[in-house]
T-cell receptor
Framework: AQTVTQSQPEMSVQEAETVTLSCTYD???????LFWYKQPPSRQMILVIR??????QNATENRFSVNFQKAAKSFSLKISDSQLGDTAMYFC???????????FGGGTRLMVKP | DGGITQSPKYLFRKEGQNVTLSCEQN?????MYWYRQDPGQGLRLIYY???????QKGDIAEGYSVSREKKESFPLTVTSAQKNPTAFYLC?????????????FGPGTRLTVT
């Protein structure tokens, strides 16, 4: 069974600074998908970024980028130029293949301070 | 607008009563999912379905039931056998073919049982 671990329950960052959220996972699959989701106070789950395990290039979406280390089974999220609207819970998730269940980490609560 | 709708947003029930949570999607997605979220925790899978009239149990299916009579709809029934039903319930959907397998989430239903 897959497991996903987020070792930082809470983090804070000053507005405009950069912050990195950690995620490690365990899987026996050679190909899979990894995601970061954001859950603001509204509780709507919003996809932030995705990474296919067969792609060596790290995914980037505007201010959000990942550091995907397949051998180490690590998938960290970097948020650059942090904004107040980035304040939310962030969940790392693993998908073994299409149509299957997502396994979520326990989440990291990020607070962006003005 | 394409998306996933869940109703109602808040639901209150007395202990011992069954209750059904609605989930509808117009994204033409093949797969649909139900997750449960408890305070301060990640999401756990209850049930998922990849095709009409077929569904599979997730990690915490006991005390829940689902049906998939239409591609667009995947209602979840919380039965009186569920020992701790108070939680936030999220429905999601995804493609299972093509290139984009990420799961898109509805706004959620907060169920309180007293």
């Amino acid at each position: 069974a897959q497991t996903v671990t987020q070792s930082q329950p809470e983090m804070s960052v000053q507005e405009a600074e950069t912050v990195t959220l950690s995620c490690t996972y365990d899987t026996s699959e050679s190909n899979y998908y990894l995601f970061w989701y954001k859950q603001p106070p509204s509780r709507q789950m919003i996809l932030v970024i995705r990474q296919e395990a067969y792609k060596q290039q790290n995914a980037t979406e505007n201010r959000f980028s990942v550091n995907f280390q397949k051998a180490a089974k690590s998938f960290s999220l970097k948020i650059s130029d942090s904004q107040l609207g980035d304040t939310a819970m962030y969940f790392c998730a693993h998908l073994p293949n299409a149509g299957n269940m997502l396994t979520f980490g326990g989440g990291t609560r990020l607070m962006v301070k003005p | 607008d394409g998306g996933i709708t869940q109703s109602p947003k808040y639901l209150f029930r007395k202990e011992g009563q069954n209750v059904t949570l609605s989930c509808e999607q117009n994204l033409n997605h093949d797969a649909m999912y139900w997750y449960r979220q408890d305070p301060g925790q990640g999401l756990r899978l209850i049930y998922y379905s990849q095709i009409v009239n077929d569904f599979q149990k997730g990690d915490i299916a006991e005390g829940y039931s689902v049906s998939r009579e239409k591609k667009e709809s995947f209602p979840l029934t919380v039965t009186s056998a569920q020992k701790n039903p108070t939680a936030f319930y999220l429905c999601a959907s995804s493609m299972i073919y093509g290139e984009n397998y990420e799961q898109y989430f509805g706004p959620g239903t907060r169920l309180t049982v007293t």
